[in-house]
């Protein structure tokens, strides 16, 4: 493994790095519905996708200035999403992915409230590296064993993620031997090889659109395929802990260059939308 | 040879329509050349400080040969005025400290330690050649010549021994109809080093300019020149591109500094155009003392024992070359420039408010975890927008 890949990256080969990417990566979420779970039942979701985070570091160099892209090649930009949720009843559900927590809470919903034209939710979700508050709209589609569920999601979120640049040879001089000495208090130094490295922040309003497609497989379970669409807009951006091994070269400054992710999954769960005479018995 | 030579002052003193004469000095350092009508030697730095006091400037003038080379014979330095004194030569220590402390200040890293953090507080001298000059002993003797001796003065040369070239004597001519004088100086001693002495010379002018329009025709491949103007508002060069480069947040170890920046002139000069010039400092000249306190040598003061880092210019008061002055009304700006010799020119030092206060300063947590924030970009572009959606 690359040894700059330090948590973002997830391996070389697609589908190890897809298996690798749902188990260990740091994504955004993938794609949320407002509906929520009963009391007590619980939901896993799995998903795989594309994360085409991009940032561009401006460099200053000893014969002119270049521009660098941490852009990964695509085995490196696969990434996942586990959830597990549990329903609280009255709306309320809690979550875990492999970045943070959650909690939820449907103000309206199509399973307790029959003539809601859709669901409606609000969502806060927290971890050591990743914040976010969302606005969940959902609305289930069709009566038959397989619905369409439209899904759209409008998260607030600040995401920070170690981020690698390759430096091209008129910013390296291998000859140096040390990583910035300015930089303390870093753990992997010494493990790390020539090239630039930087703690990015971003703070940006993120859009999964995506549908899912609920197929009842039996009476108290759902099977859900789903695909999503995310669409970032940052607005505030930050960079920290910068190393630079072997470097000959100044930061000028670091734009957020592409932000987008593609995802594909299944989650398993209990059906949303239940027959109108058990929905107001539900807590 | 020295019997020639001799001879060959002495008919100079005698042609010389200016009170011409041969005041000499045992000096610091060797012949090279502004102008020089000699094969054996090329200029490749020149550093000056150009000191205006009403309508009199003090020029205090030094050039040296790429490291190596074996200059020497006679320098012909341009004068755009009348002399108003007898030229001396100064100490190169009154060019070197004021050049030290109007360099690149690099902050040192509490921590570093061990070798190569400790020199953090970095110059641009060692690498830019500019300021440690070779200070071999020679002596020199040299005559002032006013513009109508232009002619006097070559056939000297030449029957001394010395080849002018023809574009340095057609400089020589311009430079007289333009009213300017020029001296000549001749070195005496052992010609192995590279730099000329310190010249001071008084002479009567408005504005400030720089001779180096004859120097195209005997410099290298590539001519360095710092100037230090001091006047009572900052300064710039007329007609050329200024430039101050960028340096970004280091990427590298803080002893390197020195030489990334040296790099990054290079490049500022060569985006700009290749008669540009680099802007290195900018305040008044008292804005200078706090500098001293971050000499790591201090012997390269022209007095060690001074409090001040000007020092060298209250001897040159001290000898009535230079007026006293205030240190905090007047304000030095420093220059510096690469330039082929083609585009070597009378270089004029134009008073310029626009000139702002400036100096390199690379702070030590410059070279710590730095944040930045690029919310700028994505606020010109909604900015964008919203115009274009007004147009529309």
């Known amino acids: 493994m690359d040894p700059r890949k330090h948590g973002w990256g997830v391996g070389r080969l697609p589908l190890g790095g897809l298996v690798l990417g749902i188990v260990s990566a740091c994504a955004p979420p993938s794609l949320r519905h407002a509906h929520s779970l009963d009391q007590g039942k619980v939901a896993i979701e799995l998903a795989g996708g594309i994360n085409t985070t991009a940032v561009?570091?401006?460099?200053?160099?000893?014969?002119?200035?270049?521009?660098?892209?941490?852009?990964?090649?695509?085995?490196?930009?696969?990434?996942?999403d586990v959830v597990v949720r549990v329903g609280l009843g009255y709306g309320f559900e809690l979550g875990a992915s492999p970045i943070a927590g959650h909690v939820k809470y449907s103000a309206l919903d199509e399973r307790?409230?029959?003539?809601?034209?859709?669901?409606?939710?609000?969502?806060?979700?927290?971890?050591?590296r990743y914040a976010g508050g969302g606005l969940l709209l959902s609305r289930q589609l069709g009566d038959g064993p397989v619905k369409l569920r439209p899904v759209a999601n409008v998260w607030y979120q600040v995401h920070q993620m170690p981020l690698d640049w390759v430096l091209p040879a008129e910013l390296v001089e291998e000859d140096i031997d040390v990583v910035n000495p300015g930089v303390t208090g870093d753990e992997n130094e010494g493990a790390l090889g020539t090239g630039l490295y930087a703690t990015v922040t971003i703070e940006e309003v993120a859009i999964p659109i995506g549908l899912e497609v609920p197929i009842n497989v039996h009476e108290d379970w759902d099977l859900v395929p789903f695909f999503a669409y995310t669409v970032s807009i940052p607005t505030y951006g930050s960079f920290g802990n910068v190393q630079c091994v072997d470097c000959f070269a100044g930061l000028a400054d670091m734009n957020v260059a592409q932000r987008s992710q593609i995802w594909i999954g299944l989650k398993l769960l209990p059906p949303l939308v239940r027959p109108t005479q058990f929905a107001k018995d539900s807590p | 040879m020295n019997a020639l030579r001799t001879a060959a002052l002495g008919l100079l003193a005698s042609l010389a329509p200016v009170s011409a004469h041969a005041a000499g000095a045992f000096v610091t350092g060797d012949g090279s050349f502004v102008g020089a009508p000699t094969g054996d030697g090329e200029v490749a730095s020149v550093r000056a400080l150009l000191f205006q006091?009403?309508?009199?400037?003090?020029?205090?003038l030094q050039t040296a040969a790429d490291s190596g080379q074996n200059v020497g014979g006679a320098w012909i330095l341009p004068i755009p005025g009348d002399i108003l004194l007898e030229p001396v030569t100064a100490d190169p220590a009154l060019l070197d400290e004021l050049l030290r402390v109007s360099d690149p200040i690099y902050e040192p890293i509490e921590g570093c330690g061990g070798s190569g953090?400790?020199?953090?507080?970095?110059?641009?001298?060692?690498?830019?050649?500019?300021?440690?000059?070779?200070?071999?002993?020679?002596?020199?003797?040299?005559?002032?010549?006013?513009?109508?001796?232009?002619?006097?003065?070559?056939?000297?040369?030449?029957s001394s021994g010395f080849t002018v070239p023809t574009g340095v004597v057609d400089g020589l001519y311009d430079h007289a109809a333009d009213g300017g004088s020029f001296v000549v100086m001749w070195f005496t001693g052992d010609r192995v080093g590279t730099a000329s002495p310190a010249l001071v010379v008084r002479y009567q002018a408005t504005d400030l300019v720089l001779p180096q329009a004859i120097t195209a025709h005997t410099a290298a491949g590539e001519v360095q020149t710092a100037v230090l103007t001091i006047t009572d508002t900052a300064t710039g060069p007329e007609g050329v591109a200024r430039t101050t480069p960028k340096l970004g947040i280091p990427l590298y170890e803080p002893n390197r500094t020195p030489e990334f920046y040296q790099a990054r002139v290079r490049v500022a000069l060569e985006e700009a155009g290749g008669d540009a010039w680099v802007l290195e400092y900018s305040n008044q000249l008292d804005t200078l003392e706090p500098r001293k306190h971050l000499l790591v040598d201090a012997s390269i003061l022209w007095d060690e024992t001074s409090k001040v880092p000007w020092s060298g210019l209250n001897a040159l008061v001290r000898k009535g070359m230079l007026n006293d002055?205030?240190?905090?009304?007047?304000?030095?700006?420093?220059?510096?420039?690469?330039?082929?010799a083609h585009h070597l020119r009378d270089q004029r030092f134009i008073?310029?408010?626009?000139?702002?206060?400036?100096?390199?300063?690379?702070?030590?947590?410059?070279?710590?975890?730095?944040?930045w924030v690029w919310t700028v970009p994505f606020l010109l572009g909604g900015w964008a927008m919203r115009r274009r959606r007004r147009r529309d």
């Open chain 1, 56 to 80: 561009d570091a401006e460099l200053y160099g000893a014969d002119g200035d270049y521009t660098v892209s941490s852009a990964d090649d695509l085995p490196d930009q696969l990434t996942g």
């Open chain 1, 112 to 128: 307790r409230h029959p003539d809601a034209p859709f669901s409606l939710a609000l969502t806060a979700q927290g971890g050591v």
């Open chain 2, 53 to 60: 006091q009403g309508d009199e400037v003090t020029a205090v």
């Open chain 2, 117 to 158: 953090c400790g020199a953090a507080v970095g110059d641009t001298g060692a690498l830019a050649e500019v300021r440690f000059f070779d200070e071999t002993k020679a002596s020199a003797n040299w005559t002032r010549f006013g513009p109508g001796a232009v002619q006097s003065a070559v056939a000297s040369l030449e």
């Open chain 2, 325 to 340: 002055f205030n240190p905090s009304e007047v304000w030095i700006t420093r220059w510096r420039t690469f330039q082929k």
């Open chain 2, 351 to 371: 008073p310029d408010s626009s000139v702002p206060a400036y100096e390199v300063y690379v702070t030590a947590d410059q070279f710590g975890a730095a944040a």
